[in-house]
């Protein structure tokens, strides 16, 4: 892990959570983990936003907008939850760039490949919440199990929708023979 724990400094703010510094310290590290592949994936969002092209251009086009647009929110709900535990936020592209999971790409890729690299990333942001989420059921931390919760279930479902798109009709109509059949 290139980020450095050491990195981070409570704020001067009493401690309404009650729960030791000791213990936040791994949770507000992988909050800011998960802060850094947000950052990164929301412009490659915006990018493939500006960039796509093709007979799909105008539900990809469409899509990435919603895409962004939530991942600026995440943004800065992560943000907000680092200064709830009383921590500075990592807010340095430089910084994202260096401790996320999240690559920067060539915008100049097909539809099919920014699809398919939208959920190679998502990947790899649930894997990180799931870590954070770790570290916060060590901590007791409900807010950030509740909030990593929820996004889990969201960016699930947005994969699940990506990936059916993906697809071609007759495969699932064959998938369905199959299943009818046994």
């Given amino acids: 892990m290139v980020y450095s724990m050491n990195n981070l400094k409570p704020t001067n703010i009493m401690n ?10 791994p949770v507000v590290g992988e909050l800011n983990m998960l802060l850094a592949d947000y950052s990164v994936y929301y412009q490659k ?24 647009t939530d991942a600026r929110v995440k943004v800065d709900d992560i943000a907000e939850r680092v200064l709830t535990l009383r921590y500075h936020p990592v807010s340095n592209f430089s910084k994202y760039l260096k401790i996320s999971s999240i690559e920067e790409v060539s915008p100049l890729i097909d539809d099919k490949e920014m699809v398919s690299e939208i959920l190679s990333d998502h990947q790899k942001i649930l894997k990180q919440m799931k870590v ?19 996004y889990i279930a969201e960016l ?11 697809k071609n009709t007759e495969d699932q109509l064959k998938i369905r023979s199959k299943e009818m059949v046994s």
């Fill in 16 to 25: 309404y959570l009650n729960i030791s510094d000791n213990k936040l310290v």
């Fill in 132 to 150: 954070t989420i770790e570290a916060a059921e060590e901590a007791g931390d409900e807010g950030t199990i509740d909030m990593m919760g929820s």
């Fill in 45 to 68: 969002l915006r990018s493939f936003h500006w960039n796509v092209l093709g007979q799909n251009f105008f539900d990809l086009h469409e899509k990435f907008e919603e895409l962004y």
């Fill in 156 to 166: 699930e479902k947005s994969s699940w929708m990506l990936d059916a798109w993906r």
